[in-house]
């Protein structure tokens, strides 16, 4: 998936208008998805691609099926009242593409 093939999914989802102006960044760190932040006017979120295999030239794989315990582990914790995790806020089991709240501007980065 491309940013042009991601704003015409999140239109025709009505996640968001099509005259509404998006800033759709791909973001770096993963290896087997593809993970995008979205921003408009009147909001900011992440879109997480499954994917079966590596699309940067690793040699991994994984089931698309994961994608859907992950989102159930999430809503899980959410219910149990750890905060510090995204909200799902759409879940596409068929094409396994879930939206999911952005992190807080003061959330710590493990990766540096």
Do not use: W
């Not at 998006?22 to 006017?41: D, E, H, M, P, R």
Request: glycine share 4%; net charge positive; aromatic share 10%.
């Amino acid at each position: 998936m491309n940013k042009v093939k991601l704003k015409t999914y999140l239109i025709e989802r009505k996640i968001i208008k099509a005259h509404e102006e998006a800033k759709i960044t791909l973001l770096s760190g993963g290896y087997i998805n593809n993970v995008f932040s979205v921003q408009t006017k009147n909001s900011k979120f992440i879109v997480k691609v499954y994917q079966e295999q590596a699309s940067s030239g690793f040699q991994l794989g994984a089931s698309k099926e994961r994608a859907i315990y992950e989102i159930r582990a999430l809503r899980e914790m959410k219910k149990r009242g750890i905060t510090c995790l995204p909200d799902v806020l759409f879940f596409d089991k068929t094409n396994y593409i879930a939206v999911l709240s952005h992190a807080p501007s003061d959330t710590e980065n493990y990766n540096t």
